[in-house]
């Protein structure tokens, strides 16, 4: 059995892990803390396919309609059990 | 960004029966409440030491007067335990995971190991369920053989005992009822290690503690009696119910202690935990709910915080106003769309505070010396009250004996007054369901006669209003910060534009529409008495040259006559609604478009074109969305003003009516629709034919069945667009439903061949009628059938009038669409209430994202594009067409 990446399909946007450089320039910009930054699941098959783990920051750029470009973040987070 | 207060965790307890008793100010033991005097007894539910509800009383307990003392608990001993009704999910888990022996979890070391902590989060811990442990094993630790636990709403444990006879080798069930008191030993066996493990805190929250010993009694301003006309005493549900509990217990304790049967006991204690669970809850599942003496159901705790009356959809979330008027609405077209007629009656009820200055002492006085009664339209506005500075209020009087005189001399600067309410004042305009922002806007306000607020017909769309009875509400904010807010961000020209599309919202409607196209359509002639009769209403300040001169008579065009309107700098080119889509277009020919349907406005100037729905309708409004952009909000609003008067003047100069002659065909259209669907059933007779032989090709993936339907369904179909083709050719645009179907204003083509032609297929779900007898729609058809007639085929015409059949056929039809619209209301209410609910504290912060009310980012650029969609054009960010062809004023 081949196992799909779900990167490659059309319609999952780029997910990039940041470094840690970027993301405190990220978390300075906004002047936020890292739990205020939209969460993501450590399990979500994007995440699992670009080797994120709990406590990186994914950087997601789709493509807008509008804007061309949308970029935003989130931080990857466990699941809770149940 | 932090907020300034953050919640680092939320503990949720129970309480103890200590905790009970050191809160409780006295132990109550009587189930009365007050004696034949009026006093109320000690230590009796109305104990004085609970708290005080009569006013001039002090509290027994802190001293304080009525509505400052909050109010004190007392309690009741139970003379036995009482399981609580909110906890017995958690008594069950419980039950039936920990050893009904030594009460140990049901699990060993490793097991446990599973479920642990991890190590860096104490909260990640996954709680062990009732899944988790099988059923009927053996304790791992004391090796005690564990039984089944049934649970029996709403509030009895029965444990199933299976012992394996030693002679038959059969499994004996005995059922063995658990009493609250066994459950709270079973219950108190737990360990506090355990307990974490299953994610309670021991500390707040022992288990035993969910079945009752103590109850904790209410203060007496949580239930306060009420004293009725004739000077009785009415007591509140909760008093009743406790009067019931303590009558009950006292006789469980008096039974108890002089030994009665163990049945009795039993019985008593059944009764008890009655009253206790409809105390606590009075809708449990499978417990007749406790009445009041009416037969009404008593509202006890759990329903005075539920559901949408209760404490909190009804009193936190839902908050009522002062300053608010409510009444029935109706049409004034001769208002601006910015403004709302208000009746004299509510005017002179309804107040805004005006502060009194040197400068406008005497205005004041003028207004507190006509005091509260404003007789008539004419008269300036009163006033209601007066506020002196130092809090006190006085009441205007009307009348001789009044004192509005002798006040008007007393007041001095810094003083306020409540100033009736005059043509000009802001005011907020809302009509529920509020489901838009549009739905409450600002208006100004015009004093009238009447008893109805007035509003111009062209603002319906926004609230979705009309004048069938609908009622709406009006607010008068009160301080100067409202009003600003009121003028610059809700008027109804700032709204004109919905977020919802990026276009107009507001525009006109039905007679505006069919009036604006009566008048924009081909070229006609006006003199200048007509034209001046069509702009009469409208803001012109110079008649425009004429357009030509016949025998030294100026005569005007219909397409001027709109010109006047338009500001002077706009320039469109677009397809009206009543472009046909011929093949080839013919816009750009010498002779032009036939239907006059290519709109071209240079500078102003309506060069050729229809003004119709395209144009000037609800939320379409090309014309107006130009404006908009080109000179701003408050032109725009005028333009809606001029234009809804230019198509009123000129509807009003030809006359529009409508009548059942209007549907009339010539003798050759009826033969000629009688042939069409004549053709049309014997075709479809055919296919049936075709279809009984087996010969029927079936469509690709369906079968012959399916493929019968469908193309019976379609030829169906043809048929009764072919009779409205016919109709049509008989009908031009001297027919009014014509004009109306094609200027967009109301109604299509559809509406007029079901009027005049055939109403033709009824459908439910997208398929003929097919159910209601065995193999037939009804019994006057023969079984079997698959003919037009006898599944919903209606070749009447609305007017013709329906056979039976064929009306009870559209009876079906017509039902879905009902059921429909009904099904969709109350989904989409819902859906409405949980969108607001999860979104309602967004709000776009000043370095553009998306942030909730904790500082938490949900959208890092608004929309991810940063655009205002109220702002966009139609969706779009940049409407270069339309900028384009602005500028280089010729079509691209």
Known sequence: ?82 | MTSPKRIGKIEFGLLSPKQIRDMSVCKVIWPDTYDDDGFPYPKGLMDPSLGVIDPGLRCKTCGQKQGDCPGHFGHIDLAKPVIHVGYTRLIRKLLRITCRDCGRLLLDKEEIEKFSALEDDPYSAETIGEKDVKKERVCPYCGEQQYKINFEKPTSFVEVISVVDENTGKTIKTEQKLTSADIRERLERITDDDLRLLGIDPDVARPEWAVLTVLPVPPVTVRPSIILENGQRSEDDLTHKLVDIIRINQRFRENQDAGAPQLIIEDLWELLQYHVTTYLDNEVAGCPPARHRSGRPLKTLSQRLKGKDGRFRGSLSGKRVNFSARTVISPDPNLSVGEVGVPLAIANEMSVPVRVTKQNIEDIRAMIRIGPHRPTLRDPCGANYVNRPDGRRIRLIAGPEGNCDTVAEMIEPGWKIDRQLRDGDIVLFNRQPSLHRMSIMSHRIKVMNGRTFRLNPAVCPPYNADFDGDEMNLHVPQTEEARAEAELLVAVQENILSPRFGAPIIGGLHDHISGIFILTNQTKWYTKSEFLYLLKYTKMDKMPEPGKIVDGVPYWSNKQAFSVILPKDVSMFYKATCCQNCNPCTKDSEAGCPNDAFVRIVDGELLCGTIDKKSVGAMDGTILNRIIRLHGTRRARDYIDDLTKLSIRAIMLNGFSYGINDTDLGKNEHKQIRDVLDQAESDAAQKISIFEQGHLEPMPGRTPEETLELQLMSQLGKARDRTGDIASRHLGFENSSVVMAVSGARGSMLNMAQMAGCIGQQAVRGERLSRGYEDRTLPHFKRGDKGAGAHGFVRNSYKSGLTPTEFFFHAIGGREGLVDTAVRTSQSGYLQRRMINALQDLKVAYDGTVRSTGGKIIQFVYGEDGTDPAKSASGQPVDVKGIAESVLKEEI
């Open chain 1, 1 to 82: 059995m081949t196992r799909l990446n779900v990167l490659l399909h059309e319609m999952v946007p780029d997910h990039q892990i940041m470094t840690g450089e970027e993301v405190t320039d990220l978390l300075k910009t906004f002047d936020i803390s890292e739990d205020q930054l939209p969460k993501i699941y450590h399990d979500d098959p994007a995440i699992k396919a670009c080797g994120g783990k709990p406590g990186n920051v994914i950087r997601i750029i789709r493509k807008s309609q509008t804007a061309g470009e949308a970029t935003s973040y989130r931080l990857v987070v466990r699941r809770p059990k149940k």
